[in-house]
């Protein structure tokens, strides 16, 4: 029985196959072809842009620095007296690193996530950078 099906459909496709004529592509095929294409990468849907952009960064960036020197000049641990008096001056001019730093304090718990949100970020940023790198490059 399959036998049967098997040949009624060789002589289906046969006369299907006689009766088609053969196609063939037009002069100038690879032309369209190729203007497609053209086209397609002239699209803007595959155009890079950043999730955050250079004005988001330089805002990011600068409130890190605020909180950074906020913490840095407010670090008193007797809470006593402004942040104006806790800058010392002489520091600087005497070029000695230790008395800078000498009223720095941050609290553990600011440093630990502070210290992994960077190391996060100084390895997802290569990753994420070549990732987009090999996606886009034509």
Known sequence: MKE???????????????NNPIESPSGDFTSHVMFEIERLENSSVTAYKP?????GWTLICTGFLAVFC??????NSDNT??????INLNGLFENKVSTL???F?????LLYPMVLFAVLVW????ILRN???KRYQF
């Open 51 to 55: 999730l955050i952009s250079k004005t």
């Open 4 to 18: 049967n099906d098997n040949k009624y459909l060789n002589q289906i496709a046969e006369k299907v196959v006689k």
């Open 101 to 103: 730093f000498s009223h």
């Open 70 to 75: 906020l913490v840095l000049f407010t670090g």
């Open 81 to 86: 007296g402004s942040w104006l008096s806790t």
């Open 105 to 109: 304090y941050l609290p553990k718990t």
């Open 131 to 133: 990732f987009h790198k």
């Open 123 to 126: 390895i997802q940023l290569p």
